[in-house]
């Protein structure tokens, strides 16, 4: 190791990008290749939409200047976007079937008769990221850097949260969910919260819906995080919302140590623009600001976005598509009575070999993993079980047929 790198940084395991992440194969036999393991949607954009965005490129981006470093218009879509789901009720209410996404056109003047309350989001409460992993790491900046705090996830979570936090020396504290749901051990995190003091916890990072375990929080969960102090943050990353249609946006206004995290490389299609957004108190989302590179996002990427949230009935419209493949999956997995496959609020599914199979149950999720591979399904072995993507229903077909056959042989 080279002798001016930190000794720490030796000891970090990188986050593993797909295809061939760990092989280093390249890219480019992918199209014979269900890419099932990082929850993109299965659909390219729709090839006017495209056409469109590069149209913008051609015509009205000017590559040559910087892009807008303060998002303005992207920010003043999404507030917007974001406004809907709170003040919506049909949107915000107990999450939708795989009937309908009654999403309503985003008009200039702003949703078509509502009003909005006092407690609105605006462009203020909004601040936009290179990815939501970016927002990631300007909050850890912000709250923990410098010894001056750690963070707690309860595992098994996202693993960016705990990986970027020791690529900044941050602390980590983990604590477990429960084996039977998920849901997360509250006593053990009071005790955690309580007991590491040296540096405090200065932020708690939650998913909802949780990956790679796909549950939503629970009451009892929401309830916890609103008993936490002041000097606390609560980060609520809802990068699967528009698949739960679940969210604590419309909370927000209560609790200023709250930021919700959301992403458009998910249900909106857009994981190769890198766009990821916060919504928080203007004071938080200004120091996210600060901390931020000044230009952080390339103007195509924040062209896109906007054109997204401006069609996003046409983007959206795959959701019930997704969530009725990802009933059909469950119940086909669930045949396998070496199977436990969890209920889902999100566009992947995750399951494990039930217990008895033998001590070697992660040999044999590692196991699966590779026959898929060979098969061609890359899905992603994480947090002692494994998450598979929803993707198109050929895909899902295929992983139907590729587990079975796996199971015939065994
Ligand atoms: C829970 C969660 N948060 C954040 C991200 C990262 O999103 P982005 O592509 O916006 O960086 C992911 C990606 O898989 C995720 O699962």
């Not at 879509?77 to 789901?85: G, K």
């Not at 996202?158 to 983990?174: D, E, H, K, N, R």
């Not at 993993?369 to 072995?381: A, D, V, Y």
Request: proline share 6%; net charge negative.
């Amino acid at each position: 190791m080279l002798p001016f790198i930190r000794k720490d940084l030796a000891e970090l395991t990188a986050y593993t990008p797909h295809p061939g992440g760990t092989s280093g194969e390249p890219a480019h036999s992918e199209s014979a290749i269900d890419r099932l393991d990082t929850n993109e949607c299965p659909y390219e954009l729709p090839e006017e939409f495209k056409k469109k965005l590069a149209w913008t490129y051609q015509q009205l981006i000017e590559t040559n200047r910087y892009p807008d470093g303060g998002h303005a218009a992207l920010k003043e879509a999404i507030a917007q976007y974001v406004n809907e789901s709170i003040t919506i009720p049909a949107l915000n209410k107990g999450g939708l079937g795989a009937e309908s996404i009654p999403v309503p056109p985003l008009n200039k003047g702003g949703l078509g008769g509502v009003t909005l309350p006092k407690t609105a989001i605006t462009a203020d409460n909004i601040s936009v990221g290179n990815g939501s992993d970016e927002l990631i790491r300007s909050i850890l900046i912000a709250t923990c850097l410098g010894g001056s705090g750690s963070i707690l996830v309860a595992n098994p979570t996202f693993s960016m949260y705990g990986i970027i936090a020791q690529t900044l020396g941050i602390p980590v504290v983990s604590v477990q969910r429960k084996e039977e749901n998920f849901e997360i051990d509250i006593e053990a995190a009071k005790r955690d919260l309580a007991q590491n003091q040296n540096p405090p916890v200065r932020a708690v990072f939650v998913v909802h819906p949780n990956s790679p375990t796909a549950n939503a929080l629970t009451i009892d969960e929401i309830e916890w995080l609103s008993t936490l102090p002041e000097e606390i943050l609560v980060v609520i990353d809802e990068a699967y919302f528009e698949f739960s249609q679940n969210t604590l946006a419309d909370q927000l206004h209560h609790h200023p140590n709250w930021i919700i995290l959301r992403t458009f490389s998910k249900a909106f299609r857009l994981a190769s623009m890198r766009v990821g957004y916060a919504i928080a108190h203007p004071e938080l989302t200004a120091t996210l600001e600060k901390i931020r590179l000044p230009y952080n996002l390339p103007s195509f990427s924040q062209t896109a976005a906007e054109f997204a949230l401006a069609q996003r009935q046409l983007l959206l419209a795959t959701i019930p598509e997704t969530l009725s493949e990802r009933a059909k999956l469950i119940a086909a997995l669930t045949q396998h009575q070496k199977l436990q496959v969890w209920p889902s609020a999100a566009n992947f599914v995750y399951l494990r070999l039930k217990a008895g199979e033998g001590e070697s149950a992660e040999q044999g999720h590692q196991q699966i993993m590779q026959q898929l591979k060979e098969g061609g399904t890359l899905i992603r072995h994480t947090g002692g079980g494994l998450r598979i993507t929803v993707g198109s229903p050929e895909e899902n077909q295929r992983t139907v047929d590729r587990i079975g056959e796996i199971f015939d042989n065994s």
